[in-house]
T-cell receptor, first 110, second 113 residues
């Protein structure tokens, strides 16, 4: 598959544990934030989003937390599974511009 | 099956030879966008379109052109490719015109020698 990042930060977690992936965003005017998952050889896949008027949003096994004070976004994955192994990107939107972070590689250990 | 398709998936070309990468979506989405992905840099937006005949520059538009004559298609044109355009390219689309919750295609690996 395609290599999306040779020197990405890596988070290794034990199968069944919870994962927390962090992201710092750059623009205090950003009003919409998204997390994407990218598996090797595939395009990014939408996971969850959150608007700036919220600080927490939950999906199935995933939770996104937004801290606007320190411009920080996190993705929590509950009961991490082998299929969660991938690169995870956060993205911010201000105006019509989307800006993506470089990504974090999540590695799930058996 | 709802999807975004790109063609070709892999392309090796030479400097200066014009090329087009096609993108098509079958979800009747209003918003479409092109990104390039380079190691350590993440995804960077090249161009986007909020609807037919409406296109705007993203962060890295230099050396690229796009058109949106039909809702479903959004081709990326490189009039005179250069080696610094060697990259992995993704097309994406979303239902609304704001670009929220984008669906991505499988990617096109372009090498310019």
């Amino acid at each position: 598959g395609e290599s999306v990042g040779l020197h990405l930060p890596t988070l290794s977690v034990q199968e069944g544990d919870n994962s927390i992936i962090n992201c710092a965003y750059s623009n205090s005017a950003s009003d919409y934030f998204i997390w994407y998952k990218q598996e090797s050889g595939k395009g990014p896949q939408f996971i969850i989003d959150i608007r700036s008027n919220m600080d927490k949003r939950q999906g199935q096994r995933v939770t996104v937390l937004l801290n606007k004070t320190v411009k920080h976004l996190s993705l929590q994955i509950a009961a991490t599974q082998p299929g969660d192994s991938a690169v995870y990107f956060c993205a911010e939107k201000y105006g019509q511009n989307f800006v993506f972070g470089p990504g974090t590689r999540l590695s799930v250990l058996p | 099956e709802a999807q975004v398709t790109q063609n070709p998936r892999y392309l090796i070309t030479v400097t200066g030879k014009k090329l087009t990468v096609t993108c098509s979506q079958n979800m009747n989405h209003e918003y479409m966008s092109w990104y390039r992905q380079d190691p350590g840099l993440g995804l960077r937006q090249i161009y986007y379109s909020m609807n037919v005949e409406v296109t705007d520059k993203g962060d890295v538009p230099e050396g690229y052109k796009v058109s949106r004559k039909e809702k479903r298609n959004f081709p990326l044109i490189l009039e005179s490719p250069s080696p610094n355009q060697t990259s992995l390219y993704f097309c994406a689309s979303s239902f609304g015109s704001t670009g929220d919750e984008q669906y991505f295609g499988p990617g096109t690996r372009l090498t310019v020698t």
